[in-house]
């Protein structure tokens, strides 16, 4: 999984990010899955999961565990959250910044690799979260 975030953040450098579209299909799926950990909803956050995250995780309240030991702790109990820059890698692949104000009013900024699945539609695939400088209101 590290090996794939990786190359994802090597092809978020490589291909220039593109103006940001309002209501760009795959926020959606970000923003649902957000609520749903905001919500403590196993089931929802993991139904906006990759097929190798539902693979992984039959049970949908060890996944919504799991992320949260991770250190994603700050999306899960995240008090806000607003898109940023995103690189359309292919036309189903998609890497979208989501910055977060976290439950300790720090500001964190995520790479969200999304993935658009036959039958289903787009799909978080990976995430990686950084801590910025400052504080959030």
């Known amino acids: 999984m590290r090996i794939i975030m990786a ?9 220039p990010a593109q103006a940001q ?17 905001r919500a403590g909803d196993g089931v929802a ?7 190798g995250f539902k693979a992984q995780f039959t049970d949908p309240n060890v996944f919504i565990k799991a992320i949260a030991a991770s250190g994603y702790g700050p999306i899960v109990a995240s008090r ?3 898109f940023g ?5 292919s036309d ?10 976290g439950p300790d009013q720090g500001l964190y900024e995520a790479l969200y690799q999304l993935v658009d699945e036959p039958d289903v539609g787009w799909r978080v695939q990976g995430v990686v979260l ?3 400088a400052g504080i959030g209101v």
């Open 21 to 37: 579209e309002s209501d760009a299909p795959w926020q959606a799926t970000v923003t649902g899955q957000i609520e749903a950990f």
């Open 7 to 15: 190359l994802a953040l090597l092809l978020a450098l490589v291909f």
């Open 130 to 132: 950084k801590k910025e």
């Open 45 to 51: 956050a993991l139904d906006f999961a990759a097929a």
């Open 85 to 89: 820059d995103f690189t359309k890698v």
């Open 80 to 82: 806000s959250h607003s």
């Open 92 to 101: 189903t692949v998609v890497m979208q910044v989501v910055k977060f104000v």
